[in-house]
């Protein structure tokens, strides 16, 4: 199976400030990587497919990169909105797995 | 609007059984190959099972090969997943997803997914 990692568990940042969340793959997995966030009590949102492709509706402030093993969620300005917990999955090979998660606070 | 959502999660003793249904509305069903995803506070989340446009492609995680089934009504526009011979370790949120499919191809990866149904396995 492809673990996935997530660096740091948890983030604090003020609001303004660049946030970058790190995913690792243990095996290449191509671009096949996308990025979730999490609130409390809610269902995940994608916000990232295939590494850099932002979904729908998803703001302009949320941007992925990476490929092979190393990705990057960056949130070039953080919101208070962005509270939340940010997850990475693989989608190249199955079991299809998701990393621990990132907690980011708001400072 | 994609809605999905979920029902059928309760609570069930350990070599017990149950069925969980997602309804989905608001774009063509089966058009999509659907996906179930758990999530626990311990383990996080984890993939369960994918099933193709028309049921004929399936996989399963490891952990609930040959005790969960998944299945589809296209002409109810309905996933499922029987469950059975559950364990403690299944406790956890289910949520039912769309698959995310570009140019006629679907991926393991959950785009849209719905609120979820809590199971609690426990005697």
């Known amino acids: 199976d492809t673990v996935m990692t997530q660096s740091p568990a948890t983030l604090s940042v003020s609001p303004g400030e660049r946030a970058a969340l790190s995913c690792r793959a243990s095996?290449?997995?191509?671009?096949?990587v996308a990025w979730f966030q999490q609130k409390p009590g809610q269902a995940p949102r994608l916000l990232i497919y295939r590494a850099s492709n932002r979904a729908t509706d998803i703001p302009a402030r949320f941007s992925g990169s990476g490929s092979g093993t190393e990705f990057t969620l960056t949130i070039s300005s953080l919101q208070s909105e962005d509270s939340a917990v940010y997850y990475c999955?693989?989608?190249?090979?199955?079991?299809?797995?998701f990393g621990p998660g990132t907690k980011v606070d708001i400072k | 609007e994609v809605q999905l959502a979920e029902s059928g999660g309760g609570l069930a003793q350990p070599g017990g059984s149950l069925r969980l249904s997602c309804a989905a509305s608001g774009f063509t069903f089966s058009s999509y190959s659907m996906i179930w995803v758990r999530q626990t506070p311990g383990k996080g989340l984890e993939w369960v099972s994918y099933i193709g446009k028309r049921g004929s492609t399936i996989y399963y995680a490891d952990s609930v090969k040959g005790r969960f089934t998944i299945s589809r009504d296209n002409r109810k526009n309905s996933l499922y997943l029987q469950m059975n011979r559950l364990r403690d370790e299944d406790t956890a949120s289910y949520f039912c997803?769309?698959?995310?499919?570009?140019?006629?191809?679907?991926?393991?990866?959950?785009?849209?997914w719905g609120q979820g149904t809590l199971v609690t396995v426990s005697s």
């Open positions: 095996q290449s997995v191509g671009t096949t």
């Open positions: 997803a769309r698959a995310y499919c570009s140019n006629d191809i679907c991926f393991g990866l959950p785009e849209f």
């Open positions: 999955q693989q989608y190249d090979n199955r079991p299809f797995t």
